[in-house]
């Protein structure tokens, strides 16, 4: 495991510990006041892991497929062990493979007006194909901007279904997780106001719904 992703694995169980203490805390003093907000965040919480796993099952296959798609293409056109670089010159195509050797363009079919070419051999030193290097290094650029794209774009799409769905499904953990987080720091927790912070968003949401 990359030290990015150990950093990043140690910050979510530290976060799950922070937020399990949290409901803790929030049950010992509701369970007997006001035990039915209690289980309202408990619930939210609970469906928040549902939520986020049904994000990345829905919102990741398909960038991820795209992504794997260029990725696999451009490692293939780097992955070629009998790959040379050549130059054109007149109707000749000219490389180095032990010795210098030479093409005609018209009997190989090139016809771009790049003079740096790539020429591929089979395990014999045999032609297989030549193509213009141009024209590879910008296929090239279009792969690796293809799996950057793919997978931002499929990271912009998780980051913002989680945050809508949790918003819609889970906003009771994430009303009090917000409330909690920010007043622990000085032991400044005055549950009343939470209740109050809690019913006038039940209030506000009934009245959209209404």
Not at 31 to 39: F, K, S
Request: hydrophobic residues 40%; glycine residues 6%.
């Amino acid at each position: 495991m990359s030290s990015d992703a150990q950093v990043f694995a140690s910050a979510a169980a530290i976060q799950h510990q922070a937020q399990r203490a949290g409901l803790r805390w929030l049950e010992g003093k509701l369970c007997n006041y006001r035990p039915e907000i209690y289980e309202e965040v408990r619930k939210a919480y609970l469906r928040g892991v549902k939520v986020r796993k049904k994000c990345v099952l829905i919102c990741l296959p398909i960038p991820l497929i795209i992504c794997v798609c260029f990725f696999l293409h451009w490692v293939g056109g780097l992955d070629r062990s009998q790959m040379v670089y050549g130059h054109v010159d007149g109707n000749e195509i000219w490389y180095i493979r032990g010795e210098k050797k030479t093409l005609d363009c018209r009997a190989v079919g090139y016809t771009d007006a790049d003079n740096e070419v790539v020429i591929y051999l089979d395990h014999n030193d045999q032609f297989e194909k030549v193509i213009s290097r141009s024209k590879l290094e910008t296929q090239q650029g279009r792969d690796i901007a293809g799996v950057l794209i793919s997978w931002s774009l499929g990271t912009v799409l998780l980051i913002c279904a989680i945050r809508y769905c949790e918003n819609k499904y889970c906003w009771q953990f994430k009303l009090f997780w917000k409330w909690y987080d920010r007043f622990i720091r000085n032991k400044d927790l005055d549950i009343e106001e939470f209740i109050n912070i809690y019913e006038t968003e039940l209030r506000r949401r009934n009245c959209q719904m209404a």
